[in-house]
């Protein structure tokens, strides 16, 4: 294949793969259909045919690739059997559902978002991805501007005028920009696109993550902005990794200790809260009551507040509101019980320990964002959910970093479009 043409076709591929990333992070909302119905948790979002489609195709093309890469999909499975056990952990959770069609439609989405994570690691190296994902985000930042300037009964919650733009809800506008921001910054620092276009990506996100109003970007953003030099200093150096990590370890733990001993009600008041997080406290109690009835299997995969088990709970008003606990630790035991929490454990454990090895080998940009992002999703996994959560970026990156970590990318030889795994290391650093 002649050069013109390979460039050609890595250029349709980023017509396929730039609309399909806007479509994880939440871009198109407003095009399908009312974004303040969309905007309830996004429960409308997922239930939305429209987005059902949109998502089907982007998932059918990704298993399309599979067929003419099967080794490197075998390998990577391989390399990865929690996950793989997970997965087929969530496609049989219909069999006890009291809703089963919903929850194996649903199961069939998150599949087909993991399948979309191993196109990406299959095709990208990470530096061409989080490049990518910068140019997303700047669109999603220009999109949310524009909407709000010229839209603004959609850009704007009528919840305190907060700026929502294009992503439907303030919370998740506010969650998904601080990741964007985390990804813009990485790129920028890494010089992996035009400086220019990494900072205005960045200040767009960090605009939004303020302009949100929501308190748990709020705090969770200056909670990664403490905890990133801690991170960097983590980075290959003459100083022994085991010293390093105990500094580390005694800082963050001492510091969050003497937080929550001290400064926790200020806290509280700073960012316009109670001590009940908003009614967050009072929906765990209900919730955990209710799950109590199916505390092994649970109610299967994103079926919980819709089936039997949440009709124990109390009908508050929140309850025909809310169609998460807000808390993605709680979802998961709701929705899969102590034994699908059992197999996803491992899975991050092993993305954590992944990340941490290519941090502390390495002087790289490239090498904090693992560890960074992972922080951030189970920070936000305490306030809200994130994981598992099918059609989202979120899911898409996790499966991404636990791929693009895993053994078989750190032991070739010499690269190869199946070995794009991980950037090449020098030898002197892979054998550290």
């Not at 045919?49 to 399309?64: K, P, T």
């Not at 603004?152 to 919370?171: C, F, M, Y």
């Not at 001492?254 to 009072?282: E, S, W």
């Not at 088990?309 to 809310?322: C, T």
């Amino acid at each position: 294949m002649t050069q013109h043409a390979h460039a050609s076709n890595r250029t349709g591929e980023y017509l396929f793969v730039m609309p399909a990333l806007l479509l994880m992070i939440g871009v198109f909302k407003p095009l399908f259909g009312d974004v303040n119905a969309l905007s309830v948790m996004s429960a409308g979002y997922f239930g939305n045919w429209q987005f059902q489609v949109a998502s089907g195709v982007v998932y059918a093309v990704a298993l399309a690739v599979f067929f003419f890469r099967p080794a490197a999909f075998t390998q990577l499975w391989a390399q990865n059997k929690w996950l793989l056990v997970f997965s087929l952990f969530i496609l049989i959770s219909p069999l006890w559902s009291d809703s089963p069609w919903v929850a194996f439609r649903r199961a069939l989405a998150l599949t087909g978002t993991t399948v979309f994570a191993f196109y990406l690691v299959l095709r990208f190296r990470p530096e061409e991805l989080l490049a990518l994902l910068t140019w997303a985000f700047l669109l999603a930042g220009l999109a949310s501007l524009l909407t709000v300037i010229a839209v603004p009964e959609i850009g704007i919650s009528p919840i305190a005028d907060a700026w929502r733009g294009v992503l439907g809800h303030k919370n998740d506008t506010g969650r998904i920009m601080v990741l964007g921001a985390i990804v813009c910054g990485v790129a920028t620092a890494a010089r992996l696109v035009p400086t220019p276009v990494g900072w205005t990506a960045f200040t767009l996100c960090a605009l939004f993550v303020v302009m949100s109003q929501s308190r748990a970007a709020w705090v969770s953003a200056a909670f990664l902005i403490v905890l990133m030099p801690f991170l960097w200093s983590l980075r290959r150096s003459p100083v022994s990794l085991a010293f390093r990590m105990m500094v580390v370890a005694i800082v963050v733990c001492g510091g969050f200790a003497v937080f929550m001993t001290h400064y926790t009600d200020a806290t509280l008041v700073l960012i316009g809260r109670d001590d009940t997080l908003t009614g967050r406290t009072n929906i765990w109690a209900e919730v955990i009551t209710a799950g109590v009835e199916r505390p092994w299997l649970g109610a299967g995969y994103r079926t919980f507040f819709m089936g039997a088990s949440a009709d124990s709970i109390d009908r508050i008003a929140w309850l025909g509101y809310f169609t998460h606990a807000h808390n993605s630790y709680l979802d998961l035991w709701l929705d899969l019980g102590f034994v699908g929490a059992a197999i996803l454990t491992p899975v991050i454990a092993t993305a954590l320990y992944r990340s941490m090895r290519r941090l502390t080998v390495s002087r790289d940009a490239v090498g904090l964002l693992f560890p960074l992002f992972l922080v951030y999703m189970l920070v936000f996994g305490l306030v809200t959910r994130v994981f598992p959560e099918h059609g989202t970026i979120t899911w898409v990156l996790f499966v991404a970093t636990l791929l693009y970590l895993s053994p078989v990318g750190r032991t070739r030889a010499s690269p190869s479009p199946q070995e794009w795994i991980t950037p090449r290391q020098p030898r002197s650093t892979r054998n550290a």
